[in-house]
C-alpha cells in the first residue's frame, strides 16, 4: 500500500439540533441532540482512516487551550510533533436543521497560524514519497496557503501526488478565490471536489462538461472527482474517460463530514492500487454508511474491502 498523509485544519466541532425556524433573537430553544467531537476537514479524513483500519500521517496544528490538549489527545502518538500556537483553538457550531440542511457558526482561532513550518516539522518526505497528499482547508490555513508554491514543490521533489480539496471559502466563490483554486489545481494530480464547486469554477453547469474543463487546467493525467451527494460520484480519468458510481439509498443522519468521509475512502482505495471505478465505488459506500449512522459509523475495513472488489 502507498503512503498516505492529510494536511490542513483540525478542530472542534460541536453540533446541535434541529431547529427550526431560526429562533427569534433573545429566546431560547431546546434541541433534541448535541455532539462534540473533532472536526475539520482533515480531521473528519484522518477519523475515516483510523476506523478504516488504514496507516497514514496527519500534519496539523493546534491552539494553546483545552480544546487543543483535546484535539491532541483524540490522535494520540499522531499529533506529537503539532506545533501549539498562542491562539484559542478554532471552533465550529453547527445547527442542523429539519430539511437536512446545517448552518455553521465558526471562530478562526488557530487554523489561520498553521503554516509550511508547521507541515514539514511533521511530515518525512522520504517516508511518503510515492503515496499520496490530500491538502484541504486551504481558505482557513491562511499562512500555509501563502506557501502553496512552496508545499506543492516538496511535494513534487518527493514524488508526491496532491490530492485537493479546498472547502467552501468564507466569503464564497468569488472570481479571486476561483482563479486562486484553479492555480492551485495546475500543480495537482487529483481534484476532490463537490458537483457545486465543480461547475462554479468551471462556470458550466454540466457537471462532465465542467470537470473536463477543470482538468483542461491541471496536470497532465490529472484526475478529477465530483462528488455528487444522493446522485453517487463522477470521474474523469487520467486517459480522459468518464466513469459513473450511482450512491446506495440510505435514510440520511447527519451529512457534516460527508465529502471528508468520501475523500478518505477514495485515497485508501486508490492507495490500494485499486482501479479508479473501485475507489469511486468505495468512496460512496463508506461517505453513505457514515451519513446514515448515529453513532457514526464508517463500516471498518470489511466495507472498505467489499466494496472496492
Sequence with gaps: MRPLAVIG?????????????????????????????????????????????????????????????????????????WPVHSEGTTLSVGMTHPDGERTFFTTRGHLPRFSLADVLCVLDGKRL?????????????????????????WADAHQIAVALDTGWPIDGWTPANCVAARSWLSRCAFALFNEVETTTLAGLENPVEAARKIRDGMRKGATVVVKRGPDGAIAIGANGQLIQVPAPRVEVVDTIGAGDVFNAAFLAALAQERPLESCLSAAVRVASRAISTLPRDYGGPTLLEDATK
Design 9 to 81: 485544519n483540525v478542530n472542534v466541532d460541536l453540533i446541535v439540533g434541529p431547529v427550526a425556524p431560526w429562533p427569534k433573537a433573545g429566546t431560547e430553544t431546546v434541541v433534541d441532540h448535541d455532539d462534540l467531537r473533532v472536526g475539520g476537514q482533515a480531521g473528519n479524513s484522518a477519523l475515516a482512516w483510523q476506523a478504516l483500519g488504514i496507516d497514514f500521517e496527519i500534519a496539523a496544528n493546534l491552539g494553546d487551550d483545552q480544546f487543543g490538549r483535546w484535539l491532541s489527545e483524540a490522535f494520540d502518538s499522531r499529533a506529537e510533533k
Design 129 to 153: 514519497s510515492g503515496g499520496y497528499a490530500l491538502l484541504c482547508g486551504s481558505f482557513l490555513t491562511d499562512d500555509l496557503t501563502r506557501e502553496y508554491d512552496a508545499f506543492f514543490d
